[in-house]
């Protein structure tokens, strides 16, 4: 099993920085890839960036492309998210997942609580 805990979101204003935190717990950590997503009011949780087991591949949603990086540290049992040139579109609720290598929600096993992201305009 893996517990997955999210931090560093909160309010920011357009154009600023943010980067997201997801410690993960268990004895497996490095036998799954990770997955950001993301669910903004009245809208569907979708795919933000996938990350491999290694960190040798990785993947964005057209919309974050260029200013969203993904990273892992598996020795450290954590997965980031470096957001850049944030946008008022980018408000949302932001969970970390853990499963396999995929675009979809059925694609993760595990997944955290979530942390809020606040872009201001």
């Known amino acids: 099993q893996v517990q997955l805990v999210e931090s560093g979101g909160g309010l920011v204003q357009a154009g600023g920085s943010l980067r997201l935190s997801c410690a993960a717990s268990g004895r497996t950590f490095s036998s799954y890839a990770m997955g950001w997503f993301r669910q903004a009011p009245g809208k569907e949780r979708e795919f933000v960036a996938r990350?491999?087991?290694?960190?040798?591949?990785?993947s964005y949603t057209d919309s974050v492309k260029d200013r969203f990086t993904i990273s892992r540290d598996n020795a450290k049992n954590t997965v980031y998210l470096q957001m850049n040139s944030l946008k008022p579109e980018d408000t949302a609720i932001y969970y970390c997942?853990?499963?396999?290598?995929?675009?979809?929600?059925?694609?993760?096993?595990?997944w955290g609580q979530g942390t809020q992201v606040t872009v201001s305009s």
């Open positions: 997942a853990a499963g396999r290598w995929g675009l979809h929600l059925r694609d993760y096993d595990y």
């Open positions: 990350i491999s087991r290694s960190g040798g591949s990785t």
